[in-house]
């Protein structure tokens, strides 16, 4: 895939939006590295930088204050969907997420949402284990090796 139109699918409020400001730093077979504004107004930050890591199931995000120091690391659980013929990249919210803060405290939030969105059929039980899975498998990331790995595409986009 080669600089695809990326789109952002959620279930909790159920919307597409397309991602045409997002300026795409790295894209190969594995990971997709952008930069990026807000789409609304947001209080605590105001642009970051993201890595979809496309075959372990999540996205690290830089968020970034106005004033550019940083406000955490978020990281959301995800799929994609990618339409090849018109290179569309569709990256799938899977509701749970990891906020990872600058002094190292990490907090788990939006189960309740995934719960929600199963409830209400919203997701079928293959995209529950999905997300399940995949936040199993960040949060072992974290625990056992800390945020460096997974960093370093974004700040390697950075300092280049």
């Given at each position: ?85 018109d290179n569309i ?26 719960a929600e969105a ?43």
């Amino acid at each position: 895939m080669k600089n695809p139109i990326l789109y952002r699918k959620r279930f909790i409020p159920n919307e597409i939006i397309k991602l045409k400001d997002d300026v795409i730093l790295e894209c190969n077979d594995s990971i997709l590295v952008t930069k990026w504004k807000t789409l609304g107004k947001v209080h605590d930050f105001s642009h970051g930088y993201s890595c979809l890591y496309l075959n372990e199931g999540y996205k690290v995000s830089k968020f970034l204050k106005p004033d550019g120091s940083l406000c955490c690391w978020y990281c959301d659980i995800v799929t994609y969907d990618y339409n090849k013929s018109d290179n569309i990249l569709t990256t799938i919210d899977l509701l749970a997420d990891v906020i990872v803060y600058p002094d190292g405290r990490i907090n788990v939030v939006d189960l309740d949402e995934l719960a929600e969105a199963f409830e209400k059929k919203l997701i079928d039980e293959s995209l529950l284990k999905k997300s399940l899975l995949s936040l199993n498998r960040l949060l072992d990331e974290i625990y056992k090796n800390g945020m460096s790995n997974l960093i370093k595409p974004i700040e390697s986009r950075i300092q280049n």
